[in-house]
């Protein structure tokens, strides 16, 4: 049957496959195109493409041109890797189009002939198929319309910003096809050939013609004009290497001449000449000055080759240019190597010799102006994917060089082996502030506070080898060990995003402070400037906001946002992956992907063991969390969690809990208060009175009864506005359990802001026990809508989640809105 429908067309094809198979033989080149396939197959199942056709090349639909887009440079990536592990040149051409198609299937008997499975056709297949035939080996070609389109959604690439390269070509004229059309290039940082296409009998490029009757001398000046115009367009262009506008950074001159003066002639006569190229910039000696100061180096030291290397390193500068000038058998010889900062290697030189000193200046612009010619030949050996370390403070490259693969493994989720880099990163360099830092984001994830509270003392006491912006966000994390109120904290980190709004770390931690304290529109809100760029953690971003989102209530926010996640390199999984398939009923995707991510960490654990209690599994998720409290390395804090939930999950088997043990837990958060510093302090207040509202939920009131005094200065001695929340939950599900409902309604209503799931589950009960059937009704369909809460809300370190998770279960089973149509997010009380 046919259907017209708009998708996104790609063609591709194999540049100069015949010639390959000659050159290296029948069995080799099959050898290669079975390998070829298979990272074909690899690719469209990452980008969803639908494989039509193949021969030299291939023909895929896609449902959105931005999934088209990353499949073409992933493409081209994976060819090239192919041909460099076979010792051959692999280059591979493609063009992109949108359009309408008609698209139907082959009979079965058709197909067992040797026809397509489906068929397609439509006015855009050709457009298609005539951009491909434009362009360049390594070369990506769109239409105006899949541009417009893929750019808005450039942000789901898995590269940075920085590294996509695109490139308007102009109007072209395509054979069959009446009007003119604008092509445009995309492709990534120092692999994209950025040129304009090549013209050929079913497509040219549409130049404007000059008909209008004027003065000879009108006509002659527009002759003129247009010449200098074709001339412009159609100049060979150069060979450099480089994607437009990379970065070189220029040493000091090696001068070994008797002429001192000339080290600061001829190096600002480089940088002049150098810095009208159109095709590199030179790394300013403002930014040079601040990685010094980094390297804890002068900001006036000389860059000498060594100094220049590392230098570079740090930057992901491209390459090394060296200037020398040296006297030679009476001339006065001005040379200028070319030298690739990962391996220390000279790979080209070029060099002019002149007579006096007079001379000096047209032998450098004689150098420049071959290098600007073939510096690309020279370049073949420099590598293209350097990257730049981060800017941090530390004089030892090799421990930044550990920092920079502890970010890489914070980024993947992989916080053992960023642990271990951060560790190593420190042993080099004792003084590396930075490193602990990144110890300490580690443990404070961990749940282990006092673990980070010393790491943080460690990274304060070399303070001063810090910049300005690095002490601001240590001032933002003093105010959290030292337990200032929420609203101090977040003013620090809002303070840091507005002083530095381009600093990751600023949005993150002022979204997650907002988040703690039940503000999910403000965590969200916080979080878009990290939506709207690339940077290295933009995987875990994501993953948080579907956290928030799921909080919100949202569920297809937050799965788009997982989909998003996935999409980067090194993505382990999260925990909400699994929860949102059990939300929805998919026990058998939750248990496989909780299964998938491998060992998991102690948050993920209790999600893992809250899925296994919604499928009648209570026995594994206790034994489980027994288990994990048993292997905490310290008592206390997460431990005492772990245990808490442990003793929750037997609980919902029927097992009778002794009062005695949620006692102990208690007494420990409450012991822990008085000898722990302030952050772990306010974590252990928590702890307290979620171990209080487990034992009052589990029929111990009595437990609670006999520490209520020290309970209740408990949100009294810390002004933290989520413990006072807790503290008056507490008192009200003990005067609903004791009948007293109006005492319980009036500790509700002081409650002026309360965002905790289990505040809506004690105002549901209150109203049912009430008889207010209506208002219950309302209530309970707000919780049904943002079941997600329960497991995102993370108060005390998830201590509640069983609770939450039960309630779930129990609402799941409630009468549902007879009014299902009405909007879920309807006024609750």
């Known amino acids: 049957m046919q259907s017209s429908q708009v998708r996104t067309l790609l063609f591709t094809d194999l540049c100069d496959s015949l010639q390959l198979v000659e ?56 060819v090239d890797a192919l041909g460099r592990e076979r010792g051959v040149v692999l280059r591979a051409r493609a063009g992109l189009h949108v359009g309408d198609v008609l698209l139907w299937n082959n009979s079965a008997e058709a197909v067992a002939h040797g026809a397509k499975p489906v068929e397609v056709e439509g006015l855009a297949k050709p457009m298609a198929a005539r951009l491909m035939q434009l362009a360049w080996p390594g070369q990506v070609l769109l239409s105006a319309a899949a541009e417009q389109m893929a750019r808005r959604a450039a942000s789901e690439l898995p590269w940075a910003a920085d590294e996509l390269r695109w490139k308007d070509h102009g109007c072209w004229r395509f054979k069959g096809i009446g009007e003119r059309q604008e092509v445009f290039e995309v492709g990534l940082r120092g692999s994209a050939p950025l040129r304009r296409p090549r013209s050929g009998e079913k497509a040219w490029r549409d130049l404007p013609l000059w008909r209008r009757p004027a003065a000879l001398v009108t006509e002659a000046a527009l002759m003129l004009a247009l010449c200098g115009v074709l001339w412009t367009l159609f100049r060979p262009a150069p060979a450099i290497a480089f994607a437009e506008r990379d970065w070189v950074i220029v040493a000091a001159v090696h001068n070994a001449t008797a002429y001192p003066q000339l080290d600061s002639s001829l190096e600002q006569a480089l940088y002049i000449s150098l810095g009208q190229s159109r095709f590199v910039n030179i790394l300013s000696e403002l930014k040079v000055r601040d990685t010094l100061q980094l390297m804890q180096r002068p900001p006036q030291a000389r860059l000498d080759r060594r100094l220049a290397i590392e230098v570079a390193l740090r930057d992901g500068v491209r390459a090394v240019l060296i200037p020398s000038v040296l006297e030679l058998n009476g001339k006065v010889r001005v040379s200028v190597e070319v030298v690739d900062p990962r391996s220390g290697q000279t790979v080209y030189t070029r060099f002019a010799d002149g007579r006096g000193l007079d001379s000096i200046l047209a032998s450098t612009d004689h150098v420049v102006a071959a290098l600007r010619t073939d510096l690309g030949e020279a370049l073949r050996d420099v590598g293209a994917d350097q990257r730049p370390l981060p800017t941090v403070a530390t004089a030892n490259l090799d421990a930044l060089h550990a920092y920079a693969k502890g970010v890489d493994a914070t980024a993947a989720a992989r916080y053992d082996d960023a642990l271990m880099f951060f560790e190593q990163a420190t042993r080099l360099d004792p003084a590396f502030a930075f490193a602990y830092v990144g110890q300490m984001n580690i443990q404070h994830a961990k749940g282990n506070l006092e673990q980070a509270a010393a790491l943080y003392r460690k990274a304060v006491s070399q303070r001063t080898h810090l910049t300005a912006r690095d002490q601001l966000y240590l001032d933002a994390w003093a105010a959290d060990f030292e337990g200032a109120p929420p609203a101090r904290i977040a003013d620090k980190w809002r303070m840091l995003t507005e002083l530095y709004p381009d600093d990751p770390a600023g949005w993150m931690n002022y979204s997650m402070v907002q988040f703690a304290q039940g503000d999910y529109d403000g965590a969200l809100a916080a979080t878009q400037p990290l939506l709207g760029r690339q940077h290295s953690r933009r995987a875990l971003v994501l993953a948080f906001v579907a956290r928030i989102q799921l909080a919100r209530g949202e569920a297809s926010a937050a799965e788009a946002a997982l989909r998003g996640a996935r999409l980067h390199p090194g993505w382990n999984g999260d925990g909400m992956e699994p929860v949102i398939a059990a939300l929805a009923g998919d026990f058998e995707a939750a248990n496989a992907g909780f299964t998938a991510m491998g060992p998991l960490g102690p948050g993920t654990r209790m999600e893992r063991a809250a899925v296994l209690t919604m499928q009648g599994r209570s026995a594994e998720a206790a034994g489980d969390m027994q288990q994990a409290a048993s292997q905490c390395p310290s008592a206390g804090g997460m431990c005492d969690i772990l245990a808490l939930q442990a003793l929750a999950w037997r609980a919902r088997q029927g097992v009778s809990v002794p009062g005695q043990e949620y006692q102990q837990v208690l007494d420990r958060a409450l012991a822990a208060i008085d000898r722990g510093q302030p952050a772990s302090a306010r974590r252990n207040a928590f702890i307290a009175l979620a171990a209080a509202y487990h034992a009052l939920r589990a029929g111990q009131a009595t437990v609670v009864m006999q520490r209520r005094d020290a309970l209740q200065a408990l949100p009294e001695r810390d002004d933290d506005p989520r413990l006072r929340e807790l503290w008056n939950l507490l008192q009200a599900r003990m005067a609903l359990d004791a009948g007293e409902t109006l005492r319980a309604q009036q500790l509700l209503a002081q409650q002026r802001q309360a965002s905790l799931f289990q505040w809506r589950v004690l105002q549901l009960d209150l109203l049912r026990s009430q008889g207010q059937h209506d208002a219950a009704q309302r209530q309970l369909r707000w919780l049904q809508h943002h079941a997600g809460l329960a497991f995102a809300e993370n108060i005390g370190d998830y201590a509640l989640l069983p609770l939450n998770v039960n309630d779930v279960q129990r609402l799941a089973l409630m009468e549902s809105p007879v009014a299902s149509h009405s909007s879920p997010d309807a006024a609750a009380p």
């Open 23 to 78: 050159r290296i033989g029948d069995i080799a080149a099959a050898e290669l195109f079975q390998q070829h396939d298979r990272l074909v197959l690899g690719l469209q199942q990452r980008w969803n493409g639908q494989l039509i056709d193949r021969s030299d090349g291939l023909f895929i639909l896609f449902e959105r041109p931005i999934d088209g887009i990353g499949f073409a440079l992933s493409y081209q990536n994976a």
